[in-house]
């Protein structure tokens, strides 16, 4: 009897701990990363990402990048267009700087693999229903990009 009640206790430990991992802090409602060919990201590769929305919803939207501690550069620039549920566009050309002050990636790395969220749009608010369209595009200025293994977008809800 006493090791039942104890395989119980642990049961419901192990529930209450589920239940507050699963419903505490988790923000992301989508996460789609892409292998990229000879990790190197061609200029004319361009990513199209489909986000089911809801109306009144308020995301973060992240562009992800999974890169070489060998990547030849310390920013990386490119072009996102938004293609809202309601038919709105909006287009924007994004320069990230993927190096601090002191030369350092900023991204977070294990052995020469380094991944880094990058901030697209926050706090954008769906006024329809439907799916929001994404087109990322890279505009460094040769045709390759060595050292660009993934690509991937992240959306979480905003943080309020």
């Not at 239940?19 to 409602?29: E, H, L």
């Not at 990790?39 to 973060?60: C, E, H, M, T």
């Not at 954008?124 to 229903?129: G, I, N, S, V, Y």
Request: charged content about 30%; aromatic content about 12%.
């Amino acid at each position: 009897m006493l090791k039942t009640a104890v395989q119980i206790k642990k049961i419901v430990a192990l529930v209450i701990a589920i239940v507050f991992a699963t419903s505490c802090g988790n923000r992301t409602v989508f996460k789609e990363y892409r292998t990229l060919d000879n990790n190197s990201w061609n200029r004319f590769n361009i990513q199209n990402f489909d986000v089911a929305v809801q109306k009144d919803d308020r995301l973060d939207f992240y562009l992800f990048i999974r890169h070489h501690t060998n990547f030849p550069y310390d920013y990386l620039d490119v072009n996102v267009t938004f293609y809202m549920p309601g038919g709105e566009m909006r287009s924007g050309d994004y320069h990230f700087e993927l190096k601090d002050e002191n030369g350092k990636w900023k991204a977070n790395g294990m052995g020469e693999l380094w991944d880094i969220e990058l901030l697209i749009r926050k706090n954008l608010k769906m006024k329809k229903e439907g799916v929001c369209k994404l087109r990322i595009e890279n505009k460094m200025t040769k045709l390759q990009t060595p050292g660009i293994m993934e690509i991937g977008l992240v959306v979480k809800k905003a943080s309020e």
